[in-house]
């Protein structure tokens, strides 16, 4: 490995490792309620979440994000592609769309738990409901800019409108739709632990809620704190993944610029 | 035999007070075979004529016919090449699938997409070149892939739209012989659009000479310039100069408002 490369490797280490001891240090000595020592913390995290709380209560808030997000995804997208080919749907469809994306999700709980009722499939309905707008409305965009030429190459070579859709179209639009799935990944996160802080029996969003309720400050830490990995190892993924995909997009921007 | 009959045609942007017309009853055939090019002064209907050649546009009157069949979406037997290469070839895709995407379109078995693939690849001189990605390449063996891929479709025809307008003077040359050669070779019919003069007299069996819009042929050109061509010594024959001369004289009157003489 190259010394290039183990610093950036380690640099975006050192911020939070400085910021972890700034606050084991701050708090070592603290005896205030709110503000419980670290240790304490790290004690909560081990007893509950190495792996008591991880089957019972992460694994299946994970479970329903992803199929929240995947739902999301997958009708944003395909939805997306049939408005930003039809432009009377296009314009037809508009005011319902803005209407339906200005309400904020968690506004919508009550009324999906009513409708769907307190299982699993009310917490995802909200995740698809938050999550679904950037993905939709990125697509129809990145769609109504496909290079009108690409098009023109597409139909001179006889792609049939299926081909022309899945191997023209969307990759052109890919870089748009991917940064509407960038942010539908933030909110489906926070719609997740939305949906367990009312009428759930578990879930992240449930433990801490639950820990706060029962004057667990060390617990409530400790379940902020696996919110806030999880956020960030879901974000890394999905940037990996990214970097991979997206490598010809990264390429063909180089040259241009 | 003709291969191509374009038949008065006519294209009218818009309506009423405010239609422009871009092209105005526009006639010629090309023969099987034959190097035919446009040439036009600039903002002439060219890219549109060519739209309605290659059924991407319905013409607003008259009718275009390949093979004695009407022309009404893009046909099999056409194959495009562009100006602008970088919008022409798909980035998310490598060279190799950008030349076999048509072909799988029209599902040929994949060793014939292969087969055909690979000689086209070879046959612009890049044979090893078909993993990379199109931006990976010159701006030449960008148009060079382009060139492929309508070659590996097997059209009777070859629609060049400007196709060597956006490389250096260098480039552009061996192209143009690159081109030359794959025509020597496949006797395809070839359309080649362009508004260098040089480029027309210097490839072209027939140069049409377009005049300013509402464009019609001002007049056919027939260049019986000795082949195989070269880059030097055809360009140094005193024929080639006359013919130069007396394209630029058509385009240069064609800028004014003298009445245009359709001698076809």
Not at chain 1, 31 to 39: A, E, K, N, V
Request: glycine share 8%.
């Amino acid at each position: 490995m190259t010394r290039s490369r183990l610093g950036r490797l380690v640099l975006p280490l050192v911020l939070p490792a400085a910021l972890i001891a700034l606050w084991w240090w701050t708090s070592s000595s603290s005896t205030t309620f709110f503000f419980p020592p670290l240790s304490r913390i790290v004690k909560s995290l081990e007893d509950d979440w190495l792996f008591e709380q991880v089957g019972t209560d992460l694994v299946p808030s994970l479970t329903r994000f992803t199929v929240g997000y995947v739902l999301a995804v997958a009708s944003g997208i395909s939805l997306g592609v049939l408005i930003g080919l039809a432009p009377r749907v296009r314009r037809a469809s508009l005011p319902v769309i803005e209407f339906l994306r200005s309400i904020p999700p968690p506004l919508m709980l009550p009324f999906v738990l009513v409708v769907i009722g307190i299982g699993d499939n009310s917490k995802i309905a909200l995740i698809v409901l938050g999550a679904v707008w950037p993905v939709l409305l990125n697509t129809v965009d990145g769609v109504r800019g496909v290079d009108p030429l690409m098009l023109d190459v597409a139909r001179s070579f006889g792609l049939g409108r299926a081909t022309r859709i899945r191997r023209v179209m969307l990759p052109a639009a890919s870089p748009k739709i991917v940064a509407g799935m960038r942010t539908a990944l933030s909110i489906g996160l926070i719609l997740m632990i939305i949906s367990e802080m009312v009428a759930s029996s578990n879930g992240l969003g449930f433990r801490v809620l639950s820990a706060q309720r029962s004057f667990d400050s060390p617990g409530t830490y400790a379940g902020v704190i696996v919110i806030g990995v999880v956020g960030l190892v879901v974000n890394f993924g999905f940037l990996v993944v990214e970097a991979r995909i997206m490598r010809w997009h990264r390429g063909a921007r180089r040259v241009e610029m | 035999m003709t291969v191509l009959d374009i038949d008065r045609v006519s294209k009218t942007y818009g309506a009423g007070a405010d239609a422009v017309t871009a092209i105005d009853e526009i006639s010629f055939t090309a023969e099987p075979g034959e190097l035919l090019c446009i040439v036009g002064p600039s903002g002439c209907g060219k890219t549109t004529l060519l739209r309605c050649v290659s059924g991407l546009m319905a013409p607003t009157t008259g009718t275009v016919h390949l093979d004695d069949r009407p022309v009404t979406a893009p046909p099999r037997a056409m194959a495009p090449v562009f100006q602008d290469y970088s919008r022409s070839l798909l980035p998310w895709m490598n060279i190799h699938d950008n030349v076999t995407l048509p072909l799988k379109a029209a599902r040929l078995p994949k060793a014939e997409r292969e087969a055909l693939a690979g000689d086209a690849l070879a046959s612009v001189g890049l044979g090893s070149q078909g993993r990379k990605y199109p931006w990976q390449l010159s701006g030449g063996m960008q148009q060079r892939a382009a060139i492929a891929r309508a070659l590996a479709y097997q059209p009777e025809i070859l629609l060049l739209d400007e196709p060597f307008a956006s490389v250096d003077a260098q480039t552009r040359a061996d192209l143009e012989d690159l081109l030359l050669q794959v025509w020597d070779r496949t006797r395809l019919t070839v359309l080649l659009v362009t508004h260098d003069i040089d480029e027309a007299v210097y490839l072209a069996d027939r140069i049409l000479v377009l005049s300013p819009a509402p464009t019609r042929i001002r007049k056919t050109i027939t260049v019986d310039l000795p082949r195989p061509r070269h880059q030097i010594t055809t360009k140094e024959l005193p024929e080639f100069a006359h013919l130069r001369a007396s394209v630029f004289a058509l385009i240069k009157s064609a800028d004014r408002d003298d009445p245009p003489t359709d001698d076809v």
